[in-house]
C-alpha cells in the first residue's frame, strides 16, 4: 500500500494523470500508424501477388503454347516419316511380290517341260511295248 507524502500532492497527480493521457494517446497513434502501414502492405502484397500470378499465368500459357507446337511440329515429322517408311515398304514388297511371281511362273515352266518330258517317255515307252507286242 502507498502511503500518502507530501510529495504526491494534487499537483503531482495531475502531471502523473497528463503523461498517462499523453502515452495512451501515443500508443493510439501509433497502433493506428501501425495498423495504417499493415493495412499498405497487405494492399502492396496483395498488388505483388495478383501481378506474379497474373506473370506466372502468362508464362505458363506461353509454355503450353510452345509445347503444343512443338509436339504437333514433331507429330507430322513422326507421320512424314512413317509415310515414307511404309511407302518404302510397299515398294520393296510390290519388287518382292514381283520376283516371286517371276520365280512361280519359272517354276511352272520348269514343270511343265519335266512333265512333257516325261509324258513323252510314257509315250515312247508304251510305243515300243506296243511295237514289240506286236512282232
Given at each position: 500500500m502507498?502511503?500518502?507524502?507530501?510529495?504526491?500532492?494534487?499537483?503531482?497527480?495531475?502531471?502523473l494523470?497528463?503523461?498517462v493521457k499523453?502515452?495512451?494517446?501515443?500508443?493510439?497513434?501509433?497502433?493506428?500508424?501501425?495498423?495504417?502501414?499493415?493495412?499498405?502492405?497487405?494492399?502492396?502484397?496483395?498488388s505483388?501477388?495478383?501481378?506474379g500470378?497474373?506473370?506466372?499465368?502468362t508464362?505458363?500459357?506461353a509454355?503450353?503454347?510452345?509445347?503444343?507446337?512443338?509436339?504437333?511440329?514433331?507429330?507430322?515429322q513422326l507421320?512424314?516419316?512413317?509415310s515414307?517408311?511404309?511407302?518404302?515398304?510397299?515398294?520393296?514388297?510390290?519388287e518382292?511380290?514381283g520376283?516371286?511371281?517371276?520365280?512361280?511362273?519359272?517354276?511352272?515352266r520348269?514343270?511343265?517341260?519335266?512333265g512333257?518330258g516325261l509324258?513323252?517317255t510314257a509315250?515312247?515307252?508304251?510305243?515300243?511295248?506296243v511295237v514289240?507286242?506286236?512282232?
Amino acid at each position: 500500500m502507498v502511503l500518502m507524502t507530501e510529495s504526491w500532492n494534487e499537483q503531482r497527480l495531475d502531471d502523473l494523470n497528463a503523461e498517462v493521457k499523453g502515452l495512451r494517446t501515443e500508443m493510439r497513434e501509433g497502433f493506428a500508424q501501425l495498423r495504417t502501414e499493415m493495412q499498405e502492405s497487405e494492399v502492396r502484397l496483395r498488388s505483388e501477388m495478383q501481378e506474379g500470378f497474373a506473370q506466372l499465368r502468362t508464362e505458363m500459357q506461353a509454355g503450353d503454347n510452345q509445347l503444343r507446337v512443338e509436339m504437333s511440329a514433331g507429330f507430322e515429322q513422326l507421320r512424314g516419316e512413317m509415310s515414307a517408311g511404309f511407302e518404302q515398304l510397299r515398294g520393296e514388297m510390290n519388287e518382292g511380290f514381283g520376283q516371286l511371281r517371276g520365280e512361280i511362273a519359272g517354276l511352272s515352266r520348269t514343270i511343265i517341260q519335266v512333265g512333257s518330258g516325261l509324258l513323252g517317255t510314257a509315250v515312247v515307252a508304251t510305243t515300243a511295248i506296243v511295237v514289240a507286242a506286236l512282232s
